[in-house]
């Protein structure tokens, strides 16, 4: 099944429609696809975080693993 889709207009730099412009061209798709992407990144990254949630538990083990060097260290 194919998303609804709905045409609006906004005013963007200039330098971020060559950006999106160039990126379709690199990729060989369309204009549209770049933003939209962008669009879904956005809002994915905003409600989950900036970071993976797999990447943040890599992290926290890390940290807890090396807890006493980072003492030792801030001393």
Known sequence: MVAAKERFSAQVETGLIEAVREEAQTRGCDFETVVEEAIRFYF???TEGRSRP???AHYRDSVERHRRLYELLAQ
Do not use: L, P
């Open 44 to 46: 994915e990254a905003k």
């Open 54 to 56: 797999e990447v943040m």
